[in-house]
T-cell receptor, first 115, second 111 residues
Framework: DAGVTQSPTHLIKTRGQQVTLRCSPI?????VSWYQQVLGQGPQFIFQYYEKEERGRGNFPDRFSARQFPNYSSELNVNALLLGDSALYLC??????????????FGPGTRLLVL | QKEVEQNSGPLSVPEGAIASLNCTYS??????FFWYRQYSGKSPELIMF????GDKEDGRFTAQLNKASQYVSLLIRDSQPSDSATYLC???????????FGSGTQLTVLP
């Protein structure tokens, strides 16, 4: 079975631009979470979606938004890019939130560089 | 602020030794914990999870959870050079049951 897929793998943008990152979860998984990982740090939670509804949002500015589609794939949008947005963006999927199905499996990530 | 703390290392052990990785957490509401391994330039890959007090073994890996002390650990027996990576500890908390990660411990296994 295919794991979590993300596109693109790498992206270079300039300050002020907008970017859209895409994620497809493991087949059968209905929950998608987004994380940002800057160099030398652990991933930081951005959003979680379950059944197309936002379930949680981390401490990120409104420039960050996301959505989940009926096929459970998801997009993360970042507007007005700043240099500090340069990071590895990780998508994780799980069956459901909650103890039984909450193991999150990560995709390969999208590495974003903002110049 | 709900935090997960890890010793950043780096931690070096000789091949065949036991590597011990430790993690403490501040949110008593966290019920389950995950250990991920992350090779340089790659994404985190799941090693194991634990949600009951005590030990959980999976092959060469043993996770230990002590909720009273708010302490989680990962032991790697018979360490191999291929175990050299950053190990991330994460707790589940919040309404979204999101993962809160520590900053990771860099492990090097010396041949």
């Amino acid at each position: 079975d295919a794991g979590v897929t993300q596109s693109p793998t790498h992206l270079i943008k300039t300050r002020g631009q907008q970017v859209t990152l895409r994620c497809s979860p493991i087949s059968g998984h209905k929950s998608v979470s987004w994380y940002q990982q800057v160099l030398g740090q652990g991933p930081q939670f951005i959003f979680q979606y379950y059944e197309k509804e936002e379930r949680g949002r981390g401490n990120f500015p409104d420039r960050f938004s996301a959505r989940q589609f009926p096929n459970y794939s998801s997009e993360l949008n970042v507007n007005a890019l700043l240099l500090g947005d340069s990071a590895l963006y990780l998508c994780a999927s799980s069956e459901t939130p909650g103890l039984a199905g909450e193991t999150q499996y990560f995709g390969p990530g999208t590495r974003l560089l903002v110049l | 602020q709900k935090e997960v703390e890890q010793n950043s290392g780096p931690l070096s052990v000789p091949e065949g030794a036991i590597a011990s990785l430790n993690c403490t957490y501040s949110d008593r509401g966290s019920q389950s914990f995950f250990w991920y391994r992350q090779y340089s330039g790659k994404s985190p890959e799941l090693i194991m999870f634990i949600y009951s007090n005590g030990d959980k073994e999976d092959g060469r890996f043993t996770a230990q959870l002590n909720k009273a002390s708010q302490y989680v650990s990962l032991l790697i027996r018979d360490s191999q050079p291929s175990d050299s990576a950053t190990y991330l500890c994460a707790g589940v908390s919040g309404s979204a049951r999101q993962l809160t990660f520590g900053s990771g411990t860099q492990l090097t296994v010396l041949p």
